[in-house]
C-alpha cells in the first residue's frame, strides 16, 4: 500500500524445498495467486520467490523430464526470482542444468556459481536483481546455493565463499538499494551467520535445511523467514516502509494442509503422476525371466546385482551396498524404467574408494559396530528416499565376528596394500563410517545415478529379446 505520506507495503510470497510434491501444487498455485491479486488490489507491491529445491528426481515426471516439469509448474506463478538448490545443481549434469531454465519466464538469481571454463555465472543466471517499486524504493535481491565445495567441480562447476559472495555483492551494489533480500540455499545456521555479519541484508528467505519460521527470526536488524519444506507450507512477508526503510515487518506461514480443495485438483494431480509413469514406462530396460526378490535381511538376488552393478560400473573386486536401497521386488517379462524407478528412487550416485589394508579393516570394523542399529534405522535426507538403512552386505569382503578379522576374497588384508571398494556416496555423508571421509581416496561417479547404473547392468545381463 502507498500513499502522499511515501508510506508503502510490499507484500512477498516465497516458497522453498518443494522437492516435487506436486500433490500440493493445485492448492499452493490457487492461495499464492489469490493473495497477490489481493495485495495488488491494496495497492501492495508483490513479489514472488523460490528458494531452491523445486525439483527432486524421487518423482516420476521430474525424473522423466530432468526437471523440466517443475519449471513449466514455476511458471504458473511467475516468481520474480529463483535461486537454485543442490538437487538442481548436484541431481543434474551440467549439460541438464544447462537447459534445465530454457523455458523458464523468471529470473535465475545465483550468485555464487560459476563455469570454470569461462570463469562467470552460468548463461541462465543472474548475479542479483534490482527491483524499483512504484514508489521508487529499490530491492536488491540476489541468491546463494549450499557450497558443496568438493562435489560441484566433479560436475564441471565452481563455488564461491558464501561470505566472500555477500561482501563481492553487497559491495559492488552499494548505494544502488534500499532494502537487500537474500534467497539463501544455505540453511539456517549459515542464514543466522550471516546476519550477523552483513546487517545490510534486510531480509534472508531461507531453505535447504527445511526449517519452519512460523513469525520468524530476528538477528540483529535482519530478518529470517523459511517454509519448511515439500510445499507443507508457504511463507509471506509483509514489509512496511517509510520513505524507503523498513519501519516494520511481518512473517507467517500458511500450512497448505489447511487450505481448501477443489474437485479440479485431484484430477490435476493424478494427471501429473501418470504421465510422469507413463513417460518413464515407455523406457524399456531389460527382460527377466525369472523374478528378482528384495528382502530387508538376508540374502536376496536384487542386492547381489547391485553389489555387481556397483563393481561392474566402477571396475573393482569388493563393493558394499544396504538393503534398504531396494524398495521393491521385480517380476519377470520386460522391465522399464519406471519400475525401476520404484526400486530405486534415491538421489546418490557410485563411489570408489581406495583405502590400505589397515583403514579398509577399520571401515569395516565401523560397519559391523553399526550393523544392527543400522538395520531398522530411519534414514532421512542426503540423498536416501528409502524407510530404513538396512543391513550392510558385502562383496569380495568377509567379516569373520569370532575373531575381528577382514578377508578379501578368501586372503587375510595387507595393511600396505590399496585396495578398492564400490559402493555410494550416500556413505560418504553419513556419519557412521568416518574412516570413509578421513582416510578414503573417493572417487564420485557423476555421469550417471545409481538407478540409471542398476539399470544398465540389468541392461546387459538381461538383454531384451
Known amino acids: 500500500m502507498l500513499n502522499e505520506d511515501n508510506h508503502e507495503t510490499i507484500s512477498i510470497f516465497h516458497t522453498n524445498d518443494f522437492h516435487s510434491h506436486f500433490a500440493n501444487w493445485p492448492k499452493i498455485k490457487r492461495y499464492i495467486q489469490s493473495g497477490k491479486q489481493r495485495d495488488r488490489g491494496l495497492g501492495d507491491t508483490v513479489l514472488t520467490f523460490d528458494i531452491g529445491d523445486f525439483m527432486d528426481r524421487f518423482e516420476p515426471l521430474t525424473e522423466a523430464t530432468n526437471g523440466k516439469a517443475g519449471v513449466q509448474f514455476m511458471n504458473e506463478l511467475n516468481y520474480d526470482g529463483v535461486t537454485i538448490g543442490n538437487n538442481e545443481g548436484l541431481t543434474n549434469s551440467k549439460e541438464q542444468l544447462n537447459q534445465l531454465y530454457q523455458k523458464a519466464n523468471f529470473d535465475i538469481l545465483l550468485a555464487n556459481l560459476k563455469d570454470p571454463q569461462t570463469n562467470s555465472l552460468p548463461k541462465w543466471a543472474n548475479e542479483a536483481k534490482l527491483i524499483v517499486t512504484p514508489q521508487h524504493t529499490r530491492i536488491l535481491v540476489f541468491g546463494m546455493t549450499a557450497p558443496y565445495s568438493s562435489t560441484y567441480p566433479k560436475l564441471g562447476w565452481e563455488v564461491e565463499d558464501v561470505n566472500q559472495t555477500a561482501e563481492r555483492i553487497l559491495t559492488k551494489y552499494e548505494g544502488q538499494y534500499d532494502i537487500c533480500i537474500l534467497l539463501s540455499h544455505l540453511g539456517l545456521p549459515t542464514d543466522r551467520e550471516l546476519a550477523q555479519k552483513f546487517p545490510a541484508i534486510n531480509l534472508i528467505l531461507g531453505g535447504h535445511t527445511h526449517h519452519l519460521l512460523m513469525e520468524g527470526e530476528l538477528v540483529n536488524q535482519t530478518m529470517l523467514a523459511a517454509a519448511q519444506k515439500w510445499g507443507n507450507y508457504v511463507g509471506h512477508v509483509t514489509l512496511t516502509l517509510d520513505n524507503h526503510q523498513i519501519t516494520e515487518q511481518t512473517v507467517s506461514v500458511q500450512e497448505v494442509a489447511a487450505l481448501p480443495s477443489e474437485p479440479a485438483d485431484l484430477k490435476e494431480i493424478n494427471k501429473t503422476f501418470s504421465m510422469g509413469t507413463a513417460l518413464l514406462s515407455a523406457q524399456k530396460v531389460a527382460q527377466l525371466d525369472h523374478p528378482v526378490t528384495t528382502q530387508l535381511i538376508g540374502d536376496s ?134 574412516t570413509i571421509q578421513i582416510c578414503g581416496k573417493n572417487e564420485i561417479y557423476f555421469d550417471e545415478n545409481l538407478r540409471q547404473v542398476f539399470a544398465h547392468y540389468l541392461s546387459d545381463q538381461f538383454p531384451i529379446k
Not at 571396475?315 to 536401497?325: E, P, R, S
Not at 590400505?356 to 559396530?369: A, H, P, S, T, V
Not at 528409502?386 to 552386505?393: I, S, T
Open 301 to 434: 538376488e536384487m542386492v547381489d546385482l547391485g553389489l555387481k552393478a556397483l563393481q561392474a560400473k566402477t571396475k573393482t573386486q569388493g563393493a558394499v551396498i544396504n538393503t534398504g536401497l531396494f524398495l521393491k521386488s521385480l517380476p519377470a517379462g520386460i522391465i522399464d524404467e519406471n519400475q525401476i524407478h520404484d526400486v530405486l528412487p534415491h538421489a546418490m550416485q557410485v563411489m570408489k574408494v581406495t583405502l590400505d589394508g589397515y583403514n579398509l579393516w577399520r571401515l569395516i570394523q565401523e560397519m559391523e559396530k553399526n550393523r544392527n542399529f543400522l538395520l531398522r534405522y530411519p534414514q532421512k535426507g542426503m540423498g536416501f528416499r528409502g524407510k530404513v538403512f538396512g543391513e550392510l552386505h558385502y562383496q569380495g569382503i568377509e567379516y569373520q565376528k569370532a575373531t575381528g578379522k577382514v578377508l578379501w576374497h578368501g586372503e587375510p588384508l595387507n595393511p600396505q596394500q590399496n585396495y578398492e571398494i564400490a559402493m555410494l556416496d550416500h556413505y560418504l555423508y553419513i556419519p557412521f563410517f568416518p
